[in-house]
């Protein structure tokens, strides 16, 4: 079995403040420590539950914020983003599950650590043929566009009830309650290291019964942004990308991966 984890940063157990996830901020070393301590329980937990391959993709805002040297060295690491093009290069259709760890809840989630989708200056929402959705929902989307469905989800409590609400009963793991947006009530490392483990090898169960998210076709995707200068930026000579109103851009595509492609460098 092949498993693909794509790990963000702001849904680690004792993270609750933007500057634990910023480069350059005196509190990131210590946010990079506590997100490999959260990978390294979900890549035990995949072992554990039957996985011969384990791929590990550093997602957060530029990538590069896994401690190498700390990870657990069955699993293989992809660093770096894409700035065009494909956002996992190598999720590919033989992968028999994903799982997304320390993520957070979308843009305008109350009580949600760090909430935001894909950039906080510049969105307020993205809904996909009419849903609302995250990261978490845009990451399984591309999964499901080959294939793959998402399995594992962690983070706090509403990021885990907002991918739950989309996919169903996947295992989701709680490592903190949020009470504000830099504000948490977080497990120690030992009680999260326990839950993600056997949370992960328990998903792996779920493969069968979790189908990939496909969006039925043609995919209509909603951008609000935040200014209507960033909805100014966003070209119109497209056929694809129409301006709604002021903050809004529709684009629409037969599949959910092609309208990724041109907005990978916006993913924090
Ligand atoms: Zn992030």
Redesign the pocket.
Known sequence: MKVFISA???GATGIAMKDQ?RKGSPYYQEGRRLLTHDVNAVIAGAFDGGAEEVIVAD???GSFNLIHEELDRRAEVLYGVPHRGPRFPALTDDVDAMMLVAY?ARAGTKAAVLDHTMSSRTIQRITVNGIEIGETGIEAGLAGAVGVPVVFVSGDDKVCGELSELLGPIAAISVKKGLARERALCLSQEKTEKLLREGASRALSLCGRIKPLIFDQPVEVVVEYKSTAAADGVDLDNPAIRRLDGYRVQYTYDSFADWYGGAADKM?
């Open positions: 963000d940063m702001e996830c997602m957060h805002n957070h924090e």
